[in-house]
């Protein structure tokens, strides 16, 4: 499991960041997801690192 935290803003970030960034459900810095460990959410965790910080859970 991963906990993903979104820790800077998408204001300007691209578009198909915020999109990635929405589609995980972080809107607002600050906010907390965790999701199981697996390829989908390693990619999207790609294109949005500089934007989150993720955990082991």
């Not at 390693?42 to 294109?47: E, L, N, Q, R, T």
């Amino acid at each position: 499991m991963k906990k993903v935290t979104l820790v800077k803003s998408t204001i300007g970030a691209k578009p198909n960041q915020k999109a990635t960034a929405k589609s995980l459900g972080l809107v607002k810095i600050g906010d907390s997801i965790v999701h199981e460990d697996n390829a989908v959410l390693a990619g999207k965790i790609k294109v949005i690192s500089h934007l989150v910080k993720v955990e082991n859970v």
